[in-house]
C-alpha cells in the first residue's frame, strides 16, 4: 500500500447524475446556490402547513416566494459558492458521499488506466513488469480499441488491472459553480459563432482548485508491476497538461517542471469529464469519430471553465481554466495519522447518515399522518353525505304521504306552490293568479270556494268598504264573489 496526497490543480467534476433547477430543487442567495432533496421542500411545506401545488410552475412560485425562509430552515444538502445569478438553466452537481463532494477512486483508476494502456501499446519500458505477466502479450489495435476510439474491457487487461485498488477521498472537498465553455480551438473560426459560444454553456458543481487530500493506491500483484505508475503517468499527460498551461492558465502552477524534476513518486494526471477526448485515449491508435478537425486524432473543440461572468462572450480571454487536472505525490509509509483520519470520516459519515434516516422517518411520519387525515376527512364527507341522503328520503316520503293524504285540488295548489318562483307569496294570490290563467279550470268552483276560506283566514276578505275606488281587498273581494255567482 502506498499513499498519496493529490492536489487539485483546476476544477474537476465527477458527474452524479443528478441535477438541480432554480426554484425546484435550487435556491440562490448571497453569492451561494443552496441544493435540497425534494422530500425536505416537502417537509417544510408539511410542518408550516403550506399547500403543496401540484402544478409545477405553481409549485415553482411557491417555492420562489418562501425561498428565504427554506434557506434559513436550513435543511439543504449543501451550500456551494456560485459567482452566477438566475441560472436559467439546470446544474449538473459533483458526486457525492453523505452529502460530501469527493474525487471516486474509480474516476483516478480511470486516469491511470489509460496511461498505463498507452505505455504499454508503445512499449514503452515503464510497462515491462506489467506486460511481462500478461497471458496475451500480442497488444494489437483491435484489443486496445473499438471502432469508435474507445478503450474496450479486455478479459486480460481486466484481471491485470484487478490488482490496482485506489480508494476515493475521504475528506470532504470545497466545490463550486462553473460554466462550461466549448471553444473552438480555431480562434479564426470560433469569432464567426459571437454570442452562440455562452448560449450553449452549462453550470456543474466541481472541486475547486488549491484543495489537497490523502488516497491509497495499492499494488496488490506479488511483483508489484505497477511501481512505475508515475513514470507512465507524467509520459502520457505532461505534453497535454504543457499545453494548457502555456496556453490557458492565468497564474503559472509551475506543475510541468515540479513533474519532470521530483522524484518517481510524483506524476499529474487528469480526472473526470470535460478534459478532452485526448486525455481518454490512447494517442498511437486515438480515432475521435465525432471531431470536426481534418486530423481526425484531435478535437476540434475544448470545454473549459469559466469561473464568474465576463463581458467578453467569444474568446473569454484570460478568464478559462481547462478542467481535470491534478498532481499526486507519494508520501511517506508513516498512515497511522491516516487510518485515523479516515475512520474518523467513516464515523461522521455513518452519522450523516443515520440524521438523514431520522429526517426521512419524520417526513414518513408526518406524510403519515397527513393520510391518515385525510382519510378521516374522506369518512366524516360520506357521513355527512349518508346523512343528507338519509335526510332526503325521509322529506321525500313525507311528502309522498302528505300528497297522497291530499284531494285533488289540493295536490294541485301543492304543485303550483312547489312551481311559484316567489316563495313569499301566500296561497290566495297562488289560487287567485292559476284562476285567472284557467290552470284550474277542472277544480274551479272548488277552487274558489278554496279561495274565499283562505282569504276570509288572511282578513282578505272584504264585502264592503268606505273607500271602494282604492280598497284592494275589496276589488279582489268582488271579483271572487262574481266568479262565485256564476258557478251558482
Known amino acids: 500500500m502506498s499513499r498519496y496526497k493529490l492536489t487539485i490543480l483546476t476544477p474537476i467534476h465527477i458527474s452524479s447524475g443528478d441535477e438541480y433547477e432554480l426554484y425546484y430543487n435550487m435556491l440562490e442567495k448571497d453569492g451561494y446556490v443552496y441544493l435540497y432533496d425534494e422530500f425536505k421542500i416537502v417537509e417544510f411545506f408539511i410542518t408550516n402547513n403550506i399547500k403543496v401545488p401540484s402544478n409545477l410552475n405553481e409549485l415553482k412560485k411557491t417555492i420562489e416566494q418562501y425561498s428565504d425562509k427554506i434557506i434559513n430552515s436550513n435543511l439543504h444538502l449543501r451550500k456551494v459558492k456560485s459567482n452566477f445569478s438566475k441560472m436559467t438553466k439546470p446544474l449538473l452537481a459533483q458526486i457525492s458521499t453523505a452529502n460530501n463532494p469527493i474525487i471516486t477512486g474509480s474516476s483516478i483508476k480511470g486516469s491511470l488506466r489509460t496511461a498505463i ?34 478503450v474496450p474491457y479486455d478479459k486480460d487487461f481486466a484481471e491485470i488491472f484487478k490488482y490496482l485498488k485506489i480508494t476515493d477521498s475521504l475528506l470532504p472537498l470545497e466545490t463550486q459553480i462553473y460554466k462550461t465553455i466549448n471553444v473552438k480551438k480555431d480562434k479564426n473560426h470560433q469569432g464567426n459563432r459571437e454570442k452562440k459560444v455562452e448560449e450553449i454553456a452549462n453550470y456543474v458543481e466541481a472541486i475547486k482548485p488549491n484543495q489537497s487530500f490523502e488516497i491509497e493506491i495499492k499494488d496488490l500483484h506479488e511483483k508489484q508491476i505497477f511501481q512505475n505508475l508515475s513514470m507512465m503517468c507524467n509520459k502520457f499527460y505532461i505534453p497535454f497538461f504543457a499545453d494548457d498551461e502555456k496556453q490557458y492558465f492565468t497564474k503559472d502552477t509551475n506543475a510541468v517542471n515540479k513533474a519532470k524534476n521530483a522524484n518517481k513518486g510524483m506524476f499529474i494526471i487528469n480526472v473526470g469529464r470535460f478534459s478532452g477526448a485526448e486525455r481518454k485515449s490512447l494517442n498511437s491508435i486515438r480515432y475521435i469519430k465525432a471531431s470536426k478537425a481534418n486530423d481526425k486524432s484531435v478535437t476540434s473543440a475544448r470545454t473549459f471553465a469559466l469561473e464568474s461572468s465576463t463581458d467578453d462572450k467569444v474568446y473569454f480571454e484570460n478568464s478559462l ?5 491534478a498532481m499526486c505525490e507519494k508520501l511517506e509509509n508513516d498512515d497511522y495519522a491516516f487510518k485515523k483520519s479516515v475512520l474518523s470520516i467513516k464515523e461522521k459519515q455513518a452519522e450523516m447518515r443515520k440524521g438523514k434516516f431520522v429526517a426521512l422517518d419524520v417526513l414518513n411520519t408526518q406524510k403519515q399522518k397527513m393520510v391518515e387525515e385525510k382519510e378521516k376527512d374522506i369518512i366524516e364527507q360520506q357521513k355527512a353525505k349518508e346523512e343528507e341522503e338519509r335526510k332526503a328520503q325521509k322529506e321525500k316520503e313525507e311528502r309522498e304521504a302528505k300528497l297522497a293524504a291530499m284531494s285533488p285540488l289540493e295536490r294541485k295548489i301543492e304543485e303550483l306552490k312547489e312551481a311559484n318562483p316567489n316563495p313569499n307569496e301566500t296561497v290566495d294570490i297562488i289560487i287567485f293568479n292559476a284562476l285567472k290563467n284557467r290552470q284550474l279550470d277542472e277544480f274551479r268552483c272548488d277552487a274558489l270556494t278554496l279561495l274565499k276560506e283562505e282569504m276570509q283566514k288572511l282578513k282578505k276578505w272584504v264585502e264592503q268598504s268606505k273607500k271602494p275606488e282604492k280598497d284592494k281587498k275589496y276589488k279582489r273581494t268582488q271579483e271572487v264573489i262574481k266568479m262565485l255567482k256564476e258557478c251558482n
Open 117 to 150: 494502456l498507452d505505455n504499454l501499446y508503445n512499449n514503452g519500458k515503464e510497462s515491462e513488469l506489467i506486460k511481462k505477466v500478461m497471458k496475451n502479450k500480442n497488444l494489437t489495435k483491435e484489443r486496445l480499441t473499438d471502432d469508435k476510439g474507445r
Open 321 to 325: 481554466i481547462p478542467f481535470g487536472w
